[in-house]
């Protein structure tokens, strides 16, 4: 089993910045990859980013050149830095970790006034 706990979230005008931490405990050491999804009221669940154990990274194609993936000192902390935030990326944020199956954390609000 893995735990995921998030945290950063807030609200935030437009053009701003935030940044999302996500601490994984539990059965750690096989986690192949961590990431970020993210779903708005009324909208399916899509990715924001992800990153793999090898450090490749992977994002949406909304936040690339705005967010940036990246892990810790330790290898169960990822964060999301998001910078030029737009109002089209309020939603809740869930961390997420791959490691046979799929970790979810409880999410948190990201809220962009325009």
């Known amino acids: 089993q893995v735990q995921l706990v998030e945290s950063g979230g807030g609200l935030v005008q437009a053009g701003g910045s935030l940044r999302l931490s996500c601490e994984a405990s539990?059965?750690?050491?096989?986690?192949?990859?961590m990431g970020w999804y993210r779903q708005a009221p009324g909208k399916q669940r899509e990715l924001v980013a992800a990153i793999i154990r090898g450090g490749s990274t992977n994002y949406a194609d909304s936040v690339k050149g705005r967010f940036t993936i990246s892990r810790g000192s330790a290898v169960n902390t990822v964060y999301l830095q998001m910078n030029s935030l737009k109002p089209e990326d309020t939603a809740v944020y869930y961390c997420n970790a791959q490691q046979g199956g799929m970790y979810w954390g409880r999410g948190t609000q990201v809220t962009v006034s325009s």
């Open positions: 539990g059965r750690i050491f096989s986690i192949s990859s």
